[in-house]
């Protein structure tokens, strides 16, 4: 098993430009978070989905947008890339409810 | 609100001893579930250890065991007999069991295990 798989590794973008940061999981796990992590910082809930076709808001969701039209994938759209969007990006996934996340190794996005 | 407080940014500690690093959270929820995961520098996140709210039993993991104070709403992490891999980030979590069971994290304690 892959486990949580997050492409690309490293990405710098324009002030305005758009992008898609990628992931997928090979657990067949219904939920799926993703995360952002600003330097110095805990990791804060962008969008969570408990199954395909199913997404919701986190704590800080302004200028992102999700999708989960397969339990395995689960894209973070950026539009308008902000210099505050500046962070790493994580994805996650669990089984269910009430149990660990499992982690993917992260995307480190820049916007200058 | 639910904050995560872990007062001490760095530490260090010598290889083959132990170190405690602390966490105090806050949550009006009675049902939770506190987690401590580490980042090393390769970033990614691995859970260390989970401690569930309701158990009164501290948990345990090989060299890794908590101090779960519920009242108090503190829960520490004791790493024994620490070696060189055990250098990275950790930070203390927690999951209320409701809603999306994201997990809300701490700012982290970045530890230094010296030869």
């Known amino acids: 098993n892959a486990g949580v798989t997050q492409t690309p590794k490293f990405r710098i973008l324009k002030i305005g430009q758009s992008m898609t940061l990628q992931c997928t999981q090979d657990m067949n796990h219904n939920y799926m978070y993703w995360y952002r992590q600003d330097p110095g910082m805990g990791l804060k809930l962008i969008y969570y989905?408990?199954?395909?076709?199913?997404?919701d808001k986190g704590e800080v969701p302004n200028g992102y947008n999700v999708s989960r039209s397969t339990t395995e994938d689960f894209p973070l759209r950026l539009e308008l890339a902000a210099p505050s969007q500046t962070s790493v990006y994580f994805c996650?996934?669990?089984?269910?409810?009430?149990?660990?996340?499992?982690f993917g190794p992260g995307t480190r996005l820049t916007v200058t | 609100a639910q904050t995560v407080t872990q007062s001490q940014p760095e530490m260090s500690v010598q290889e083959a001893e132990t170190v405690t690093l602390s966490c105090t959270y806050d949550?009006?929820?009675?049902?939770?579930?506190l987690f401590w995961y580490k980042q090393p520098p390769s970033r990614q996140m691995i859970l260390v250890i989970r401690q569930e709210a309701y158990k009164q039993q501290n948990a345990t993991e090989n060299r890794f065991s908590v101090n779960f104070q519920k009242a108090a709403k503190s829960f520490s992490l004791k790493i024994s007999d620490s070696q060189l891999g055990d250098t990275a980030m950790y930070f203390c979590a927690f999951m209320i069991l409701t809603g999306a069971n994201n997990l809300f994290f701490g700012t982290g304690t970045r530890l230094t295990v010296i030869p």
């Open positions: 949550t009006s929820e009675s049902n939770y579930y």
């Open positions: 989905s408990v199954g395909a076709g199913i997404t």
């Open positions: 996650a996934s669990s089984p269910r409810l009430a149990y660990e996340q499992y």
